[in-house]
């Protein structure tokens, strides 16, 4: 038995759609001599992962409000979902309407429960059959329980002529700020509800049919391990001191023995200190005899005294034995997890999978974990549960993993240990309200037949080096060179407005963004892709002789070719023909148009993809390292960066009199000749840029054009910090 989803409505930052965690299924983790390499908690984890204040902890304190029977309290419910229902109490008052039948506040979860019976055992479970009252008689899938549990107000009417007299009792004509007064009726609406005395837990069937309660308490059991903020100096002495005492009380011999040990000790110590009772007694017998006032004395040592108190903890570190205050802050949260793990598959029951759903909630492990800590955090703990389970002499484990995190490094382990985007649950905040997508290979790679996928295969490598942090970026840039991954930085840390986002810019290498298309489309973060036009030469055209047959060099002459018109050329840039080609189908075009004559950036709601499609002192730039050259010719920082890396080649293009036009016409040879040197040519105007106060350095158009969309984009979006700055200098 496992829970397969959980669809959350109206609580906490959840409204009602795009609202649903997926779990992986449970898996058996055990120790198999067969499979000793491979991960055991990967397969059976699911990864919750977004950035702050996305919703992840909200997972884990829905299922345990559900599973505790707790009441709600009034900031549990959807400020905004809460704000809607005041506004149609609103418009029904002005209109002098009937309440009756009005909508009251209720927070909606509805589980999905994969019952499988693999013992016949199993059906006569009271639990298990308990949860049929749930199955729909004329349900194809009988194995697939879907459970409905609202909160909602016991006495609707109470609630409705409250929320009228909170509304009329306002006086929104007489408020200066119309906003504040909607606060207030909110604040006393919060108030109200405060009282959990007010609220119900009721339980139906997915077709609205009500019944009993299935006793979610006894089915959903949820071991917590939070994010531990605040480690005090002793939490692995009291984490360990837990399964010390689970596992003597689970040995009845070790259990025996230490009982005998305790009452020999009791005994010694009577002993030992009953002649001095007798003294105390004789003395406070002169003083009070008549009450006959006495002393007696014996041992006092118990079990919980014994493993609570008088064990001493240390733990070694290479050969020595230190205090756990020694350690750093990130070993003693990797170890205190790693404890926690333990105590829970200590007090594991072997065949509650049956008839129970395990979950083991990990909350932000990565806490004072440097980065290499975190990328090995998975192998880590899949080496303490291998240990353990052999301890345990090779039970299986059954139950599904939890991890939320919003760290690139343990989604990087995750993907890695599994080769797979499986059972990934990708949590974003759209106008403040959380919203889920569910990550896998399928969605990744944008095609129904994606196990054989190059494209897939390709992220799945690639993502490896930082590219997983777009997950937990306000906005990500691909770029496909080195220089413009360096310039672009410094130019984002210097926009007023771009610097106080969190964007992420990734070299791919190449022009390999379109494989990412399918990614950007449901993270639904702006993504700006800068890739280059890439302008088709002929061989002649690159100072070389034909490349293929069927090339004709007219004129006989072979240099490095200038292009002033776009009409009858070609890109050889896959990631623009792939849009051109997304264009051309949206438009309900046969065919596509070859020549790039007009073409236009490519926008596709949170896609922008820029190039140098435009002129510059009428020349068509192929490259951004061109297009610099063009924009910033007469520019005294590009050409002592370009001196500094081609000093010979610079001197015989602007010659003596260092005539700087002669660079224009010579662009595309001189962005040629940098090929071999563009780390030096980053780096070199990387430094000039920083050291020169004063200076009048341009970016490319299609560079301003693409920062100038992602700061609206992201102005919009969030609203920090007022209007977008003009960032062309």
């Not at 604040?187 to 009500?210: H, Q, R, V």
């Not at 382990?413 to 403040?432: G, Q, R």
């Not at 438009?587 to 073409?599: A, C, F, M, R, S």
Request: proline residues 2%.
């Amino acid at each position: 038995m496992f829970l397969e989803s959980l669809k959350i409505k109206n609580f906490r930052k959840f409204r009602d759609k795009n609202n649903t965690i997926h779990f992986v299924s449970s898996k058996a983790i055990s120790t198999n001599k067969d499979e000793s390499e491979s991960s055991l908690i990967s397969p059976s984890s699911t990864l919750i992962i977004g950035k702050n204040n996305t919703g992840k902890t909200t997972v884990a304190r829905a299922l345990t409000l559900i599973s505790d029977k707790k009441k709600p309290s009034a900031h549990d419910f959807n400020m905004d979902y809460l704000r809607c229902l005041i506004a149609k109490y609103e418009a029904k008052l002005e209109k002098n309407e009937n309440l009756d039948g009005m909508e009251t506040p209720c927070l909606e979860f509805e589980l999905k429960i994969r019952v499988i019976i693999n013992d016949p055992d199993d059906v006569g479970s009271d639990l298990v059959n308990n949860l049929y009252q749930f199955v729909m008689i004329s349900s194809e899938t009988p194995d697939l329980v879907s459970i409905v549990v609202k909160c909602q107000m016991k006495e609707d009417g109470a609630f409705r002529n409250k929320l009228a007299s909170i509304i009329k009792g306002s006086h929104p004509e007489n408020a200066k700020d119309k906003n504040l007064d909607s606060l207030n009726k909110l604040e006393s609406l919060c108030e109200y509800m405060g009282d959990d005395k007010l609220f119900k837990l009721t339980y139906y069937t997915a077709a609205g049919i009500e019944v009993s309660d299935p006793l979610l308490g006894e089915l959903i059991k949820i071991k917590e391990i939070k994010a531990n903020r605040h480690l005090g100096d002793h939490v692995l002495t009291e984490n360990f001191q837990k399964i010390i005492l689970s596992q003597f009380n689970s040995n009845e011999e070790d259990k025996k023995k230490l009982g005998e040990g305790i009452s020999n000790i009791n005994d010694f110590i009577e002993e030992s200190v009953s002649d001095k009772g007798i003294s105390i007694s004789g003395v406070l017998k002169e003083v009070e005899s008549s009450n006959h006032v006495g002393v007696r004395l014996s041992g006092n040592v118990t079990e919980e005294l014994i493993l609570k108190q008088l064990i001493k903890y240390s733990f070694s570190e290479g050969e020595d034995y230190i205090p756990e205050n020694q350690f750093g802050l990130g070993y003693v949260n990797l170890l205190n997890i790693i404890g926690e793990i333990i105590h829970y598959v200590d007090g594991y029951e072997s065949e509650s999978f049956r008839n129970k759903i395990n979950l083991l909630f990990i909350e932000e492990p990565e806490a004072f974990m440097h980065p290499q800590m975190q990328e090995f955090f998975i192998a880590r703990i899949d080496s303490a549960v291998r240990k353990v389970l052999e301890l345990s002499k090779g039970e299986e484990l059954h139950c599904q993993i939890a991890i939320t995190t919003h760290s690139s490094h343990i989604v990087n382990s995750k993907i890695h240990s599994c080769n797979s985007f499986n059972d990934i649950n990708y949590l974003t905040s759209v106008n403040k309200i959380s919203e889920v997508v569910q990550l896998n290979d399928k969605v990744v790679s944008g095609k129904d037949n994606y196990k054989d996928d190059e494209s897939l295969k390709f992220i799945k490598k690639h993502i490896k080096y930082k590219v997983s942090e777009l997950f937990f970026a306000d906005a990500v840039i691909f770029v496909e060179g080195v220089t413009e991954e360096t310039i672009l930085r410094f130019y984002l840390d210097e926009d007023e407005n771009l610097k106080n986002y969190y964007i992420s810019v990734f070299n791919i290498n190449g022009a390999y963004a379109k494989l990412y298309y399918p990614l950007i489309r449901v993270l639904k973060i702006p993504c700006l892709i800068v890739t280059d036009l890439d302008i088709r030469r002929e061989g002649h055209e690159k100072n070389k002789k034909n490349e293929s047959e069927g090339e004709e060099n007219t004129d006989g002459s072979i240099g490095y070719k200038q292009i002033t018109s776009l009409k009858g050329r070609e890109t050889t840039n896959e990631t623009i023909k792939t849009f051109e080609n997304i264009k051309a189908e949206e438009e309900g075009l046969d065919t596509v148009k070859n020549d790039i004559e007009n073409i236009e950036y490519f926008d596709d709601e949170n896609l922008y993809v820029v190039f140098q499609k435009d002129a510059v002192e009428g020349q068509f730039a192929t490259s951004f390292e061109e297009a610099l050259i063009l924009t910033n010719f007469k520019d005294d920082i590009l050409n002592n960066v370009l001196e500094q890396c081609k000093p010979r080649i610079y001197k015989d293009i602007v010659g003596e009199d260092r005539d700087y036009t002669r660079l224009v016409v010579k662009s595309y040879e001189f962005q040629k000749k940098l090929a071999d040197s563009k780390s030096d040519f980053a780096n070199n105007l990387l430094y000039q840029l920083i050291v020169s106060a004063d200076r009048d350095f341009s970016l490319p158009k299609y560079i301003r054009d693409g920062l100038e969309w992602l700061a609206k984009e992201l102005d919009g979006l969030v609203k920090l910090g007022g209007d977008a700055k003009d960032v062309s200098k």
